[in-house]
């Protein structure tokens, strides 16, 4: 496919993203606490292999190799994740300062590189410790937040300008308190909406605080919104599934973020798991604080239809008790994931209807079983194709008029893909766990010519 026929604004931010624990190893280096991950991925059964984040990419030592790694791709931005429990070992109180300077060193050396930090603040690893007090179930999680917040953006703010709240709370929320797919690992419908409630709430809450340290700074949270597809048989009980299931998927934090209320029925359709006393008088409010931009991550569709009588629902999203949810439909990626497009656009396009805000891709891309062949290269063509195909949505959704400013190819390097362990490659950089030796894979070639071809 040629990509000369996408269009992109001047200025445009062409990027790659990672995150702490699925690249970082050094888990116990220099006053980092133990995390929720560390805890979920040692226990058995968990994640595929036994795979832990102990190591990873080992990126804490070999973060000016992976810069120079960016720069040789042309790359404008890099989009990275603090880790929580680097900063505040105890999870509130006194910052290590030894943490605070491996992000002060990384973000002066992507400064040197020419190269913007963009900085999300928690994809996922969560202090262990805090966990013990409750975790997101507990109310306080809010000011727990905003204090480690207060600390990192004092500590950065001076030369990173782009923030992030949060990476896709509804996978801190529903699939890690509802399905039990991701840390702490709980399967419980009500649990999971109170989780959502108090990151939305840690999130509102830190906005203010994160404007105070770094006034300057765009400040933004990043969701996973999917396109729900549901049969096309104009069916009302179909319909009704399609929306349960968006409202559980998108509307549960586009509500809350963007309207300041909880989508319509959601309260309704939930009321079996929980009365809804975890929602106070005036959280809706700090929930919808205005933000400057919002982040995309954003991989495949989502289809489901409506149980059959007397046939069950088969997800334990909250709000989806008839939803059934069917078989993604080929062409698949390696991971299984349906590879649209089209649902690419679609998801852009109401996710600036949502929000009314600048929307960057923060993540997109898609894993395969790439192997280092006898000429020494990764000759990665379904990823290729991946990659041009949904460059080509986000063109399209440009032309169609939405503002995206930005795309971050998720990722930058292979790395610990949560309860795939090790087992999913991602990157557009190998990494060689044995060695961890980086070699750029085609992929990585191809992102580099089209970010040379449309720079402004
Ligand atoms: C997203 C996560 C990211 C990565 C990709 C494949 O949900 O934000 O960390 O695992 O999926």
């Known amino acids: 496919m040629t990509t000369s026929?996408?269009?992109?604004?001047?200025?445009?931010?062409?990027?790659?993203?990672?995150a702490s624990y699925q690249i970082e190893g050094a888990h116990d280096e220099d006053g980092r606490s133990p995390s929720i991950w560390d805890t979920f991925s040692r226990t058995p059964g968990k994640v595929l292999?036994?795979?832990?984040?102990d190591v990873a990419c080992d990126h804490y030592h070999r973060y000016p190799e992976d810069v120079a790694?960016?720069?040789?791709?042309?790359?404008?931005?890099?989009?990275?994740?603090?880790?929580?429990?680097?900063?505040?070992?105890?999870?509130?109180?006194?910052?290590?300062?030894?943490?605070?300077?491996?992000?002060?060193?990384?973000?002066?050396?992507?400064?040197?590189?020419?190269?913007?930090?963009?900085?999300?603040?928690?994809?996922?690893?969560?202090?262990?410790?805090?966990?013990?007090?409750?975790?997101?179930?507990?109310?306080?999680?809010?000011?727990?937040?905003?204090?480690?917040?207060?600390?990192?953006?004092?500590?950065?703010?001076?030369?990173v300008t782009n923030w992030t709240t949060f990476n896709e709370p509804w996978c801190s929320s529903i699939l890690s308190y509802a399905i039990g797919a991701h840390a702490p690992?709980?399967?419980?419908?009500?649990?999971?909406?109170?989780?959502?409630?108090?990151?939305?709430?840690?999130?509102?809450?830190?906005?203010?605080?994160?404007?105070?340290?770094?006034?300057?700074?765009?400040?933004?949270?990043?969701?996973?919104?999917?396109?729900?597809?549901?049969?096309?048989?104009?069916?009302?009980?179909?319909?009704?599934?399609?929306?349960?299931a968006d409202n559980a998927l998108n509307g549960i934090f586009f509500g809350p973020v963007f309207h300041g209320a909880y989508p319509a029925g959601f309260l309704d359709d939930t009321a079996y798991l929980t009365d809804h006393s975890f929602i106070h008088d005036g959280d809706l409010e700090t929930i919808s604080a205005p933000l400057d931009n919002l982040g995309v991550n954003n991989y495949f569709p989502t289809r489901v239809r409506a149980a059959r009588d007397g046939e069950e629902g088969n997800t334990p999203i909250p709000g989806g008790q008839r939803v059934v949810e069917v078989a993604p439909r080929p062409p698949l990626t390696g991971i299984g994931w349906e590879q649209s497009p089209e649902s690419h656009r679609l998801i852009i396009e109401r996710s600036a209807r949502e929000s009314g805000l600048p929307l960057y891709i923060?993540?997109?891309?898609?894993?395969?079983?790439?192997?280092?062949?006898?000429?020494?290269?990764?000759?990665?063509?379904?990823?290729?194709a991946y990659l041009?195909?949904?460059?080509?949505?986000?063109?399209?959704?440009?032309?169609?008029?939405?503002?995206?400013?930005?795309?971050?190819?998720?990722?930058?390097?292979?790395?610990?893909?949560?309860?795939?362990?090790?087992?999913?490659?991602?990157?557009?950089?190998?990494?060689?766990?044995?060695?961890?030796?980086?070699?750029?894979?085609?992929?990585?070639?191809?992102?580099?010519?089209i970010i040379a071809e449309h720079r402004g």
Request: hydrophobic share 40%.
């Open 5 to 18: 026929g996408l269009s992109f604004p001047d200025g445009f931010v062409w990027g790659t993203a990672t």
């Open 362 to 384: 923060t993540e997109n891309g898609s894993a395969w079983p790439d192997t280092v062949d006898a000429d020494g290269q990764v000759h990665d063509a379904d990823r290729v």
């Open 69 to 159: 790694l960016m720069r040789e791709l042309g790359l404008d931005a890099y989009r990275f994740s603090v880790a929580w429990p680097r900063i505040v070992p105890g999870g509130t109180g006194a910052v290590n300062a030894k943490g605070v300077d491996f992000y002060s060193r990384l973000v002066d050396t992507l400064l040197e590189n020419g190269i913007r930090p963009v900085v999300t603040l928690y994809h996922w690893d969560l202090p262990e410790v805090l966990d013990q007090r409750g975790g997101w179930l507990n109310r306080d999680s809010a000011q727990w937040y905003a204090e480690y917040a207060a600390a990192t953006v004092a500590a950065l703010g001076d030369r």
């Open 49 to 53: 292999g036994g795979d832990t984040g």
């Open 185 to 244: 690992g709980h399967r419980d419908g009500a649990e999971s909406l109170v989780a959502a409630h108090h990151l939305m709430l840690a999130h509102g809450t830190a906005v203010p605080v994160i404007r105070e340290h770094a006034p300057d700074a765009e400040v933004s949270i990043t969701l996973n919104p999917t396109q729900v597809w549901g049969p096309d048989d104009g069916d009302e009980a179909d319909a009704d599934a399609v929306r349960r």
């Open 388 to 449: 041009q195909g949904h460059l080509g949505a986000v063109s399209d959704a440009i032309k169609n008029g939405v503002d995206v400013r930005g795309y971050f190819a998720w990722s930058l390097l292979d790395n610990f893909e949560w309860a795939y362990g090790y087992s999913q490659r991602f990157g557009i950089v190998h990494v060689d766990y044995d060695t961890q030796v980086r070699t750029i894979k085609d992929s990585g070639r191809e992102y580099a010519r």
